[in-house]
């Protein structure tokens, strides 16, 4: 028997005076070619293969059979990668995890998992419930018993998390557990990067029915309309000080600039005829980014996911749209990140083009739900491959934070 590790995922195997006649067991990745075997692992795992080899040479005439068992130990994922659903029996998470969302200063990451093992006493292993990541102390805790709420925005330093609930929009205070209602019911919201300001629209546009609103809401408990009537569009998101607010219509997309009042527009988007999940705005306007489903007619089709990096200046995109899993940016757009069903997930400096990848090599799942750190110096992200770190299974998303070196 030869037991193999292989600590990089390429493989050549060829014996002095030998060579393979048959192999039984040989993996979708590895060719069989005059004799010898190679190729490259896709991902980590263990493979046992049975070979018949014949002599050739001083061996000529001789025929063997050799047991080879392949182990790949390469990891996909980048030095830095930190595996935020570790549950505390220390294994990766058991459920499913997702829509992902790290502070502006990177300590605190927020995200849904039905997962039963990342914290004590779990019910109901088929309900998605929010979680909270401590970068401090790489804890995982409950951030809400209710089962599919939603997270609308989370502030700078994390402390401050807006919530969608089945009783209305409120928002969260971590450090003293306070829970203030802003609104009875909300169909879009955001909030801004100090946590002390939440616009929201208050209704669907629906015949008959009063106008919706865009409202300000504030820690204070005040309120002011931003725009009386939205007509047929929908608040999407908006940048970090609430000044640019991104609104999907039915054909096209605006943004609009609530000190001036000025209306900028961008055309399709691509979820126009779908459905929005996710949306950031630079501080300056420039750069948008969207992330949500298409129909046909828009830029999407049959409600594939949507979306990608746009530059409302330029009125150019800086991201493919089409099967777009995830997209993010930086506040003061220099930096921007997309992951698309077809390529892996990379970080791009809005300056100078150059593009990093948080992998090694492609890993065998996709990546959603990105999220930025304001100085981009932290990556949040969920995937569902099973070979970024040791111990995550297939098809099983994970949560992780990569953390970029200086």
């Not at 330093?157 to 209602?181: E, H, K, M, P």
């Not at 992951?339 to 150059?354: C, F, H, I, K």
């Not at 492609?362 to 992200?381: F, H, I, K, N, T």
């Amino acid at each position: 028997m030869a037991d193999t590790v292989l600590r990089k995922g390429r493989y050549d195997y060829q014996r002095q005076n030998w060579r393979i006649r048959e192999a039984d067991g040989l993996p979708a990745w590895l060719r069989l070619r005059d004799g010898r075997l190679s190729g490259t692992a896709p991902r980590l795992g263990r493979w046992r293969i049975e070979l018949e080899e014949r002599g050739v040479r001083k061996q000529r005439g001789e025929v063997r059979r050799t047991t080879l068992v392949l182990k790949v130990v390469t990891q996909r994922a980048v030095h830095g990668t930190v595996l935020v659903t570790r549950g505390i029996d220390g294994r990766p998470a058991d459920g499913g995890s997702g829509n992902v969302t790290v502070s502006g200063d990177g300590s605190t990451v927020v995200f849904s998992s039905s997962a039963t093992n990342l914290v004590a006493d779990t019910l109901q292993p088929d309900v998605s419930r929010l979680h909270v990541w401590d970068a401090a102390t790489g804890r995982v805790s409950l951030l809400h018993p209710e089962g599919w709420a939603q997270v609308e925005g989370v502030n700078r330093d994390g402390r401050r998390v807006l919530l969608d609930l089945t009783a209305g929009l409120f928002l969260l205070d971590r450090a003293d557990g306070s829970l203030t209602q802003v609104a009875e019911r909300a169909v879009g919201a955001a909030l801004t990067e100090d946590g002390g300001r939440v616009l929201y629209q208050d209704r669907f546009y629906e015949l008959a029915s009063p106008a919706p609103r865009l409202v300000e809401w504030t820690a204070a408990g005040a309120t002011r309309t931003v725009v009386p009537d939205m007509q047929t569009r929908t608040f999407a998101g908006m940048s970090g000080d609430a000044r640019h607010v991104l609104l999907v219509d039915y054909d096209r997309s605006t943004l609009l600039d609530t000190v001036t009042g000025s209306i900028r527009d961008l055309g399709r988007l691509g979820t126009e005829f779908g459905g929005n999940n996710r949306a950031d705005v630079s501080d300056d306007g420039r750069l948008v980014s969207l992330v949500g489903t298409g129909l046909p007619g828009g830029s999407g089709h049959g409600g594939d996911p949507v979306g990608g990096v746009h530059d409302a200046v330029l009125g150019t995109s800086r991201g493919p749209s089409r099967g777009n899993l995830g997209a993010a940016i930086t506040p003061d757009g220099g930096h921007y990140a997309v992951a698309t069903s077809r390529r892996p997930l990379r970080l791009v400096d809005t300056a100078t083009g150059v593009r990093t990848s948080p992998f090694t090599a492609r890993p065998s799942g996709q990546e959603g739900g990105v999220s930025l750190s304001d100085d981009a110096s932290r990556v949040a992200y969920s995937s569902d491959g099973h070979d970024l770190l040791r111990g995550t299974r297939r098809g099983v998303a994970n949560v992780y934070v990569w953390v970029r070196p200086r």
